[in-house]
C-alpha cells in the first residue's frame, strides 16, 4: 500500500532573525514536525517559544535559513508557483485579526481572499455565505460594515475570511484571546464545527489550557525553539511539573485531581476535561459501594 504523505511537515527546520547583528535570535532549531490529514493539533508554548515563528513558516511568510517545509509532500519553497498555491491551501488567522479587517463590508471583507484566488462571482457568494455560516454570522450581517459590529463578531469575519478560500489546512493563532468565556467557547464550537463538516486538518495555537483540552486531540509543545513534548492531550498534561518549569500550566481540573493524588486518592492525573472528572468521581463513588 502506498504511504500518503503528511499533510504537513518540516524536516530541520531552523530560523534566525537579524543575522549579522547584536540582536540575532534563533527562533527555529532544528525542528522536525508533521500534521496529518483531519488531525486538530493544539500548539503550546510561551512567548518567545517559537511557535509563532513556526506557524509563518507553514504557508510560506518565513523563507527556512535552513531545512524544508513540504504540504502534502511537495517543498513548498520549490517553485514560485508552488509558494503562492501553498498560501491557499494552508490558512492562516493571526492573533487579534480583527485589527486587519479594511472592507466597507462584512461580504467584501470574507470575499477578499477568494477574490484573489481568481473566483468567478458565484462562487465567491457561495464561499463567502458558507463561510459566515460556518462562523455563526447571519446574512443580514454581510451588509454591514465590520467596525460597528462587536469583537466576537469581528474575530468571527476574520476567520470567515480565511475559511471562504476553503484551506485544506486552517492555523489559527490565538483565536480566543481577549474574549469573554461565552465568545471563546461560541468560536471554540464553531472551529470544531467547521473541522467536523470539511474534514480539514486545524492547527490552534492557544495560551489557553482549557481551550486546548476541549479542541485538540494532539498537543505539541515548544521551549526555546525547539519541540520539546508532542502527545495526547493526557500525555502532556500529565507531565505538569515539567510544564510549570518552562512557564506554562494545565486545566485547572487537572491541577485539581493531581492535588488529590497528592492527597492520597487512587486518581488519573491525566484528567484533563470536565466530563473526564465527573466519571473518574462517579468510579470512586461506585468502588465505595454506592451506586
Avoid at 493544539?42 to 509563518?56: D, E, R
Avoid at 520539546?228 to 518552562?246: C, H, N, Q, W, Y
Wanted: charged share 20%.
Amino acid at each position: 500500500m502506498k504511504q500518503v504523505a503528511p499533510i504537513l511537515k518540516t524536516e530541520h527546520l531552523s530560523h534566525v532573525y537579524s543575522v549579522g547583528t547584536p540582536f540575532e535570535h534563533v527562533a527555529l532549531d532544528d525542528v522536525n514536525f508533521s500534521v496529518e490529514q483531519g488531525e486538530i493539533v493544539g500548539l503550546m508554548g510561551h512567548t518567545g517559544s517559537g511557535k509563532s515563528t513556526l506557524i509563518q513558516h507553514l504557508n510560506g511568510l518565513l523563507k527556512p535559513a535552513a531545512g524544508n517545509v513540504y504540504v502534502n509532500g511537495t517543498d513548498i519553497w520549490s517553485s514560485p508557483q508552488v509558494t503562492r498555491a501553498t498560501r491557499f491551501q494552508v490558512g492562516l488567522v493571526f492573533q487579534y485579526p480583527e485589527y486587519q479587517l479594511f472592507e466597507e463590508t462584512v461580504y467584501k471583507d470574507i470575499a477578499f481572499g477568494p477574490g484573489n484566488m481568481g473566483l468567478g462571482p458565484d462562487e465567491i457568494r457561495d464561499r463567502v455565505l458558507r463561510a459566515a455560516h460556518f462562523v455563526g454570522l447571519r446574512e443580514d450581517d454581510l451588509q454591514k460594515s465590520p467596525f460597528e459590529l462587536s469583537g466576537g463578531q469581528k474575530r468571527r469575519v476574520a476567520i470567515a475570511g480565511v475559511i471562504a478560500m476553503e484551506p485544506e489546512v486552517l492555523i489559527l493563532d490565538e483565536p480566543t484571546a481577549g474574549l469573554d468565556p461565552a465568545g471563546r467557547d461560541s468560536i471554540l464550537e464553531n472551529i470544531k464545527a467547521y473541522h467536523e463538516a470539511k474534514g480539514s486538518t486545524i492547527l490552534l495555537v492557544s495560551h489557553s489550557m482549557e481551550d486546548m483540552a476541549k479542541t485538540a486531540g494532539r498537543l505539541v509543545v515548544m521551549h526555546n525553539s525547539r519541540i520539546v513534548m508532542d502527545g495526547t492531550p493526557g500525555e502532556v498534561f500529565s507531565r505538569a511539573k515539567e510544564l510549570k518549569a518552562i512557564g506554562l500550566t494545565v486545566p485547572q481540573v487537572t491541577m485539581v485531581f493531581q492535588k488529590l493524588r497528592d492527597m492520597g486518592l487512587d486518581l488519573d492525573p491525566a484528567v484533563y476535561t470536565i466530563e473526564q472528572a465527573k466519571a473518574a468521581i462517579l468510579a470512586i463513588w461506585r468502588r465505595c459501594g454506592h451506586d
